[in-house]
């Protein structure tokens, strides 16, 4: 099977540029050059935006379920927890076995236009399923759980994990101040003390950061991941990020789990853009929501080599939506599900519209059907199976609707 070919777009989102008329060459799973291929060539449809795949900077895949869990507001984040941990829902959704979960959970990212997820949690849970997932599943970084009191010890330590960050150029992930007692409050002043909040820190939640905090992060480069949907459901509050973005910080999106953020990516975005103009009274720029699911988590996680934007020598990670040329960053903004019309990972198709059946047959054997929104999709392995399993180990015909099949 060659795996020279190349799309041609009306409009492409690089996202930095608008690019009208684009061609690009994928070769080996990269992206070579801006041609069009001498031997295969696929035009996509005229109202369909060529973008790079999306980046989901924070998700519990494990927590992959529904419906959302808990009755806030919570002053921090671990009465949250035991809500969650002594609910019925939990129970049913342990029935299930982790990989089957990770397994629901890459779909809920990858129907939502992500080929790229940072699953915040201890290596040894999800290092036996990184290499069998349909899509990436960031497998270098450092991480703390927490850094106040409330860590619940995954990791080497605040010292000992940053030191590793440093030493093998990858991300230390935390999440930080998600409460508003005094010891959440300590956050940044923890890293602070243990020399941790550098250009590697990548911190999630954030939502008690002072104006001192601020200043501190931005003068440290260190990196921020914003999730809106989970800190209002959790605590009806979420970080400064105004002044966040006006500091200059690197900001990106997550969606956290679904038992407390919002059903997928696509979601979360619409929500951050409510949830900006309703704490604010402006909007937040869509140009600026798609660079906080794209290039912007690509640098957090040091992989702006590789994925993040449409560059040459980068991975062939790719987004088509169908929505207007003429507005493309609202498009994927306002994106639904029946919208993302394809989707390449290294270059492969791994989902998208059977209008592209082509491309699958040509570029991929490992592939079903299923109807999404109303809409024929093809989709790489087989979630109607992973659905029908759930369904019979909870014993009842169970609706997830971030896949919805
Ligand atoms: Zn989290």
Redesign the pocket.
């Known amino acids: 099977m060659s795996t020279e070919f190349s799309l041609s777009a009306k409009t492409m989102v690089t996202p930095d540029e608008v690019v009208m008329d684009a061609h690009i060459r994928i070769d080996g799973g990269k992206i070579v050059d801006f041609s069009a291929s001498e031997g295969k060539n696929y035009t996509l449809q005229k109202e369909h935006i060529l973008f790079p795949a999306l980046f989901n900077a924070?998700d519990?895949l494990f927590g992959t379920y529904y419906p959302k869990i808990g009755d806030g507001p919570y002053v921090c984040w671990f009465p949250w927890d035991f809500d969650l941990k002594s609910s019925e829902i939990y129970q049913e959704r342990n029935k299930n076995t982790p990989f089957e979960l990770y397994m629901v959970g890459c779909y809920k990212n990858l129907l939502s236009g992500a080929t790229t997820v940072h699953d915040?949690i201890p290596h040894k849970i999800n290092d036996p399923f990184i290499e069998k997932l349909p899509i990436r599943v960031i497998k270098d970084y450092a991480l703390s759980h927490e850094v106040s009191v409330y860590d619940l010890k995954w990791g080497d330590g605040i010292d000992l994990e940053h030191k590793k960050a440093v030493q093998n150029n990858i991300p230390y992930v935390t999440?930080i101040e998600e409460g508003w007692d005094q010891e959440s409050m300590r956050g940044i002043d923890i890293l602070v003390e243990h020399n941790a909040l550098t250009e590697y820190t990548v911190m999630?939640h954030g939502i008690a950061f002072s104006q001192k905090d601020i200043k501190l992060i931005a003068k440290s480069k260190a990196h921020f991941i914003w999730c809106p949907g989970s800190n209002m459901f959790m605590f009806g509050k979420t970080a400064k990020v105004r002044d966040i973005v006006e500091a200059g910080i690197n900001i990106s999106i997550g969606t956290?789990s679904p038992s407390s953020g919002e059903i997928n990516l696509l979601a979360e975005i619409r929500f951050a853009k409510e949830v900006y103009r309703d704490l604010y009274g402006e909007d937040l720029e869509d140009r600026e929501i798609v660079r906080m699911i794209t290039i912007n988590p690509a640098r957090a996680f040091r992989m702006q080599d590789r994925v993040g934007s449409i560059d040459k020598g980068k991975l062939g990670d790719l987004l088509v939506v169908s929505g207007d040329g003429k507005d493309p960053y609202s498009s994927l903004v306002n994106a639904q599900l029946k919208n993302i019309a394809l989707i390449f990972k290294e270059g492969k198709p791994l989902y998208g519209d059977t209008d592209y059946g082509e491309i699958f047959e040509d570029l991929s054997s490992d592939y079903t059907k299923i109807t999404i929104e109303g809409k024929e999709k093809f989709v790489i392995g087989d979630p109607q199976a992973l659905m029908d399993k759930l369904r019979k180990t909870v014993g009842f015909h169970k609706e997830l609707p971030f896949l919805p099949i």
Do not use: F, L, N, T
Request: aromatic share 0%; no cysteine; hydrophobic share 15%.
């Open positions: 924070h519990h915040h999440h999630i956290d």
